[in-house]
């Protein structure tokens, strides 16, 4: 199998501390990926945020992230996920998925806080999970959101991240 092709434009919209590099977005992406992607990732405040969730998803509020694919993903063949080779199969001749990904900074960093998770790691599911979106993935129903959150998980551990969805806080208390 050969390796994704990854064409990655990253516009921060906003200053703010902990923000991810280009290339921890661009490693996150990659690691995701099993097919040719373009994509625009745009880190915004929550104004931008709460106007692309009410324009788009009719949701007055700045949600975590957002994707959107410019392909028509109802076409895509079913995604397996081969736990003995560590790969995502898509059997498709699309050459490129392009899309656009929407990271609200503040919306991230105050789950991480709330979660109690360290705020590399939250990123990293996010776009993890939105590169899955931009792949065909969806968690309309019980059976796909079980199939998508065990894909994350399986991807958070190879970059050495823990399991977003455990109750137990992956960082420590420090009050």
Request: aromatic share 8%.
């Amino acid at each position: 199998m050969t390796t994704p092709k990854l064409s990655l434009s990253v516009q921060y919209a906003i200053a703010a501390v902990g923000l991810p590099t280009r290339q921890q977005f661009r490693i996150w992406l990659k690691t995701a990926l099993q097919r040719n992607v373009r994509v625009v990732l745009r880190i915004v405040d929550e104004n931008e945020g709460r106007a692309l969730n009410k324009q788009f998803r009719g949701k007055n509020y700045a949600t975590n992230v957002l994707t959107f694919t410019y392909i028509d993903n109802s076409n895509l063949s079913e995604i397996n996920y081969d736990l003995n080779e560590d790969s995502v199969k898509l059997t498709d001749d699309i050459d490129f998925i392009y899309g656009d990904i929407v990271i609200c900074a503040p919306v991230t960093a105050q789950e991480a806080r709330e979660q109690q998770k360290e705020l590399q790691a939250h990123y990293a599911h996010l776009i993890i999970h939105a590169a899955l979106h931009l792949q065909g993935y969806d968690h309309e129903n019980t059976q796909d959101a079980t199939a998508m959150e065990g894909l994350e998980v399986l991807l958070l551990d190879k970059l050495g991240y823990p399991d977003p969805y455990l109750t137990t806080p992956s960082v420590k208390n420090l009050s």
